[in-house]
Antibody, heavy 117, light 107 residues
Framework: EVQLVESGGGLVPPGGSLRLSCSASGFVFSTYSMTWVRQAPGRGLECLSFISSSGGSLFYADSVKGRFTISRDNAKNSMYLQLNSLRADDTAVYYC??????????WGQGTMVTVSS | EVVLTQSPATLSLSPGERATLSCRASQSVGSDLAWYQHHPGQAPRLLIYDASNRATGIPARFSGGGSGTDFTLTISSLEPEDFALYYCQQRSNWPFTFGGGTKVEIK
């Protein structure tokens, strides 16, 4: 069974940092591109970052470019998102999702990030 | 950036009724459009990919159509578990944007 499990969320002050992890199982992780998507309270879904299967291609939304860094470790079946210079408007549930090439076909349950003093 | 506009924002219907959701793109995305169902607190679920293909395990009452800039998601007869949020998403150009969502609520 395909499973994606996010971890690493929590409460952080403005300007702080967090590292989110996405642990994958039930499929050959190294053959899939992966993404991070977030949903702020009362808002819709926002695609933040994409990483290709090898890690050679990286894309970022303008809202997080220069502050967030996506990475992956195929040997550990894991993907990461380093969040730096956090702001109040980064408060959201962060999801990892598997990119099948035409859609995000599997999602994790999400991890909550709250940026507040 | 491709902007996706979903309408209506809220659809109030009764179980058994037909739901028609719309998604309009600011520029052509070909058939690179997907639909997702989201129950708050749960993981989003892929319903439709490539505009009209049902994902694995999705019931036949869900169907998608359209191409270019205008797309629809139709639920032929609403079941209780179908009352949720629905999002369209384009995967034609980065960033892979989502629409603002349509809430299907019980009338």
């Amino acid at each position: 069974e395909v499973q994606l499990v996010e971890s690493g969320g929590g409460l952080v002050p403005p300007g702080g940092s967090l590292r989110l992890s996405c642990s994958a199982s039930g499929f050959v992780f190294s053959t899939y591109s992966m993404t991070w998507v977030r949903q702020a309270p009362g808002r819709g879904l926002e695609c933040l970052s994409f990483i290709s299967s090898s890690g050679g291609s990286l894309f970022y939304a303008d809202s997080v470019k220069g502050r967030f860094t996506i990475s992956r470790d195929n040997a550990k079946n894991s993907m990461y998102l380093q969040l730096n210079s956090l702001r109040a408007d980064d408060t959201a549930v962060y999801y990892c999702a598997r990119d099948s090439g035409d859609s995000f076909d599997r999602w994790g349950q999400g991890t909550m990030v709250t940026v507040s003093s | 950036e491709v902007v996706l506009t979903q309408s209506p924002a809220t659809l109030s219907l009764s179980p058994g009724e037909r739901a028609t959701l719309s998604c309009r793109a600011s520029q052509s995305v070909g058939s690179d459009l997907a639909w997702y169902q989201h129950h708050p607190g749960q993981a989003p679920r892929l319903l439709i990919y490539d505009a009209s293909n049902r994902a694995t395990g999705i019931p036949a009452r869900f169907s998608g159509g359209g191409s270019g800039t205008d797309f629809t998601l139709t639920i032929s007869s609403l079941e209780p578990e179908d009352f949720a949020l629905y999002y369209c998403q384009q995967r034609s150009n980065w960033p892979f944007t989502f629409g603002g969502g349509t809430k299907v609520e019980i009338k």
